[in-house]
């Protein structure tokens, strides 16, 4: 059985920073990318940021130079740093990750329960 957990989410005020967590626990064989959405009220979930197995990364364009994501193998963690935060940046932040697990089936995709972000003054 795979877990991911995510820690870090909490109020900010427009400019400040949070740092988001995401550690996955369980059955662990191997990690490939991991993500991380989100989703605000009344909208859709929406790619913030993600990064493989190689450190290769992307992001949305409305974070571009303000969040970055990384990730520490070796405690099968990935993180979201996330400076500059804006009042639209507000919402429930996921972290997703393709596992595969020890029983050698195929890879599959699992998600966090979601932290809270608000970015308010």
């Known amino acids: 059985q795979v877990q991911l957990v995510e820690s870090g989410g909490g109020l900010v005020q427009p400019g400040g920073s949070l740092r988001l967590s995401c550690a996955a626990s369980g059955s662990i064989f191997s990690i490939y990318v991991m993500n991380w959405y989100r989703q605000a009220p009344g909208k859709q979930r929406e790619l913030v940021a993600g990064?493989?197995?190689?450190?290769?990364?992307n992001y949305a364009d409305s974070v571009k130079g303000r969040f970055t994501i990384s990730r520490d193998n070796a405690k099968n963690t990935v993180y979201l740093q996330m400076n500059s935060l804006k009042p639209e940046d507000t919402a429930v932040y996921y972290c997703?990750?393709?596992?595969?697990?020890?029983?050698?089936?195929?890879?599959?995709?699992?998600w966090g329960q979601g932290t809270q972000v608000t970015v308010s003054s």
């Open positions: 990064i493989t197995s190689g450190d290769n990364t």
């Open positions: 997703y990750a393709v596992i595969g697990d020890s029983s050698g089936t195929s890879p599959r995709g699992y």
